[in-house]
Antibody, heavy 121, light 107 residues
Framework: QVQLQQSGTELVKPASSVKISCKAS????????MHWIRQQPGNGLEWIGW????????KYNQKFDGKATLTADKSSSTAYMQLSSLTSEDSAVYFC??????????????WGPGTMVTVSS | DIQMTQSPASLSASLEEIVTITCQAS??????LSWYQQKLGKSPQLLIH???SLADGVPSRFSGSRSGTQYSLKINRLQVEDTGIYYC?????????FGAGTKLELK
């Protein structure tokens, strides 16, 4: 069965960076796009970007350009997101989500449990 | 960016009631629309994809429809386990955008 396992809660200082992980299992990691989504406290969902682990191609929401960097390690079936120059605005829960497809259409069919990042001095 | 205007923001309904949540897209997005349910402290779960297709394992009381650029999620015969926050998502063009969410509670 498909599972996405995310790394644990992070408490980080302003201006620092953090790298969170999303380990995939139960399917061929290189065959599906992996997306990342942010949820700030009490707020809705924002799409950050995607990575295609098969070739490392990425696409970002312009809002997160320079903030988020997506990478993937095929050998461990793990996707990563590094967030840099952290401010309190980056305090949020970050989800990875697998893209599933049916014909021409796609959707987020499996989600990780989320990683909470708190930025505080 | 494509805006998704979701309504209502919150909703209180009785058991067995019919509930409808809508999302209005700011432009044509075809059937590139999916619906998700999020329970407190959990990740969102897929309910409907391609605007009208029920995701695997989702109860048949959930259904999706489309009229032009307006999309609806309907829950027939509301159950206790249906409480939570519901989001629509357009994935027609990046940046992909979610509706603001509808908080569904039991009356």
């Amino acid at each position: 069965q498909v599972q996405l396992q995310q790394s644990g809660t992070e408490l980080v200082k302003p201006a620092s960076s953090v790298k969170i992980s999303c380990k995939a299992s139960g399917y061929t990691f290189t065959s599906n796009y992996m997306h990342w989504i942010r949820q700030q406290p009490g707020n809705g969902l924002e799409w950050i970007g995607w990575i295609y682990p098969g070739n490392g191609n990425t696409k970002y929401n312009q809002k997160f350009d320079g903030k988020a960097t997506l990478t993937a390690d095929k050998s461990s079936s793990t996707a990563y997101m590094q967030l840099s120059s952290l401010t309190s605005e980056d305090s949020a829960v970050y989800f990875c989500a697998r893209r599933g497809t049916t014909g021409y259409y796609w959707y987020f069919d499996f989600w990780g449990p989320g990683t909470m990042v708190t930025v505080s001095s | 960016d494509i805006q998704m205007t979701q309504s209502p923001a919150s909703l209180s309904a009785s058991l067995e009631e019919i509930v409808t949540i809508t999302c209005q897209a700011s432009q044509d997005i075809g059937n590139y629309l999916s619906w998700y349910q999020q329970k407190l402290g959990k990740s969102p779960q897929l309910l409907i994809h391609s605007a009208t297709s029920l995701a695997d394992g989702v109860p048949s009381r959930f259904s999706g429809s489309r009229s032009g650029t307006q999309y609806s999620l309907k829950i027939n015969r509301l159950q206790v386990e249906d409480t939570g926050i519901y989001y629509c998502l357009q994935h027609y063009s990046a940046p992909y955008t979610f509706g603001a969410g509808t908080k569904l509670e039991l009356k």
